[in-house]
C-alpha cells in the first residue's frame, strides 16, 4: 500500500517568491509520484511526474520536484509565484509502474499575494 | 498529453432521479477507467475500478447498486447516480488509461441534487 502526505493545507506566498509545497510518501515498492493542480470546478492537470529515471524532475509552467529516497520526500517548487499559480495541488503516488489507482494527498491550496 | 472528455462539467437534479455521467477517452483506447469523488475543500477519493468488458472493482463503503459503473466500451465508461440524494452532490472525476500509459483525468462533474 502506499500513502503521500502533503504538509500545509493552505501555502501563501507573494508574487515573485519561492513556491515550495511539500510532500512526503509512504510505499513498499519503488514508486510513481505526480503532482496535480486543481483550478476551481475543473479536473486535474498533471505538472510533472517522477518514473523512477531523473530524480529533478521538470513539470509545466516553470515548476519542478526533485525525488529524495533518503527523505522519502517529493517536494514541488517554483522560483518565482506568479498569480496564475493560485489553485489547489496534490501529491499522488502509484505503484506497479503507475499504471495502477493513483492514492491522492489532501491538497494543498496555493493562495499567491499582490 | 492524452485527452479524456467527461460529460456533463455540471447537472442540477431532483432528489430520487437518476444522473448519468460520461466519460470519454478521445485520442487512445482506455483500457482502465477510475472514477473518483471529491468533496468541497477535500482530496480526491477512489470509487471504483473499471476494466473494459468487465465488472467494475468498488473500493470500501461504496455502494455498487447507488454508483453504477458500465465500461462498455474502449473509448466510454459512464457512472451512474442512482435514486439521487442531497448527500450525493459532490464533484466527480474520471480518469483514463490505456495499457501502458499513465492515466489522464477529465474535467469533472459537478453535481447538485437538491
Known amino acids: 500500500a502506499q500513502s503521500v502526505t502533503q504538509l500545509g493545507s493552505h501555502v501563501s506566498v507573494s508574487e515573485g517568491a519561492l513556491v515550495l509545497l511539500r510532500c512526503n510518501y509512504s510505499s513498499s515498492v519503488p514508486p510513481y509520484l505526480f503532482w496535480y493542480v486543481q483550478y476551481p470546478n475543473q479536473g486535474l492537470q498533471l505538472l510533472l511526474k517522477y518514473t523512477s529515471a531523473a530524480t529533478l524532475v521538470k513539470g509545466i509552467n516553470g515548476f519542478e520536484a526533485e525525488f529524495k529516497k533518503s527523505e522519502t520526500s517529493f517536494h514541488l517548487t517554483k522560483p518565482s509565484a506568479h498569480m496564475s499559480d493560485a489553485a489547489e495541488y496534490f501529491c499522488?503516488?502509484?505503484?506497479?509502474?503507475?499504471?495502477?489507482?493513483?492514492?491522492f494527498g489532501t491538497g494543498t491550496k496555493l493562495q499567491v499575494i499582490p | 498529453g492524452a485527452v479524456v472528455s467527461q460529460h456533463p462539467s455540471w447537472v442540477i437534479c431532483k432528489s430520487g432521479t437518476s444522473v448519468k455521467i460520461e466519460c470519454r477517452s478521445l485520442?487512445?483506447?482506455?483500457?482502465?477507467m477510475f472514477w473518483y469523488r471529491q468533496f468541497p475543500k477535500q482530496s480526491l477519493m477512489l470509487m471504483a475500478t473499471?476494466?473494459?468488458?468487465?465488472?467494475?472493482?468498488?473500493e470500501q463503503g461504496v455502494e455498487k447498486d447507488k454508483f453504477l459503473i458500465n465500461h462498455a466500451s474502449l473509448t466510454l465508461s459512464t457512472l451512474t447516480v442512482t435514486s439521487a440524494h442531497p448527500e450525493d452532490s459532490s464533484f466527480y472525476i474520471c480518469s483514463a488509461r490505456g495499457p501502458v500509459s499513465e492515466a489522464f483525468f477529465g474535467q469533472g462533474t459537478r453535481l447538485t441534487v437538491v
Open positions: 499522488a503516488v502509484s505503484d506497479k509502474g503507475g499504471y495502477q489507482k493513483v492514492t
Open positions: 473499471s476494466n473494459e468488458g468487465s465488472k467494475a472493482t468498488y
Open positions: 485520442d487512445f483506447q482506455a483500457t482502465t
